[in-house]
Each structure stands twice: as C-alpha cells, then as structure tokens.
C-alpha cells in the first residue's frame, strides 16, 4: 500500500515529529492553514471514520486527548482551537489514512 502517513509513521518519509507513543504520531501540516497546524494520526492504517469500529474507540478518545495536550503545549489552549477530521470527498479529504487537524494561533474561519 502506497501511503504517504504510513511511510510518515514508519520513519521513511523525513518529518519533524511532535509527539510520538506506541499508537500515533503527530507532525506539522506541510501545508498550513494556520500558525499552528499540526496532524494527529494513529499508526495503524484506518482510511477514513467510515472504517472506525467499536475496536477503535479507545484510540480516538487518545487522538484527541493528545490533540488537548498538543494545544496546550504550543500555547492555544487559551486562545482557542479547532480539532478536525475530514471525511470522504465532499470533506475535501486528501489522505486516505486517519488524521485529526489541530488547528490555532490566531482567528480561524469556516463554515463551522
Ligand atoms: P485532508 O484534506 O483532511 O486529507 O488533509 C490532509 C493534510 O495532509 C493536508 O492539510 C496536507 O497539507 C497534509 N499533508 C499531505 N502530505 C503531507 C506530508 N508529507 N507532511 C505533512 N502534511 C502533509
């Protein structure tokens, strides 16, 4: 499988690793839509929450207490963030593996 996330969890494409544990991995967005923009994505290859199952529960509830702590430690807890996941086409999702946009440091607009 050619995935861009995997390769980016197995160490073989270059990035600045945020935070790592034996689930998930974060990294900055190469294209940020923000000041801080970071991906939040587990290890495991899931394409999409239309793959979630109940098996899966226990690590989105980690993705995003990471997300919480990721936002703390980059000092928007504060100001304010948004956490988000993109899904299928209409979403505009780009990468078929599982990630959680972190997304502050200054206004962020949007439909929501
Ligand atoms: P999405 O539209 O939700 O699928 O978002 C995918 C995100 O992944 C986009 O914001 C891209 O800028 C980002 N992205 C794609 N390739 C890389 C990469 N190699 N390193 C970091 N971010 C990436």
Redesign the pocket.
Do not use: C, E, W, Y
């Given at each position: 499988m050619n995935c861009?996330?995997c390769?980016?969890a197995q160490k073989k494409?270059p990035?600045e690793i945020i935070y790592e544990d034996d689930q998930m991995i974060a990294?900055?967005?190469?294209?940020?839509?923000a000041p801080v923009?970071i991906?939040i994505i587990p290890k495991e290859h899931i394409a999409s929450l239309n793959d979630l199952n109940e098996s899966n529960s226990s690590l989105l509830g980690k993705l995003i207490l990471q997300a919480k702590n990721l936002a703390r430690q980059q000092g928007i807890a504060k100001s304010g963030y948004k956490l988000?996941?993109?899904c299928g086409k209409d979403?505009?999702?780009?990468?078929?593996h599982i990630?959680l946009?972190l997304l502050g440091g200054g206004p962020l607009g949007g439909i929501i």
């Open positions: 861009i996330f390769s980016i494409s990035t990294f900055r967005d190469i294209n940020p839509k923009h991906l988000i996941f993109n979403a505009g999702q780009l990468v078929n990630h946009h």
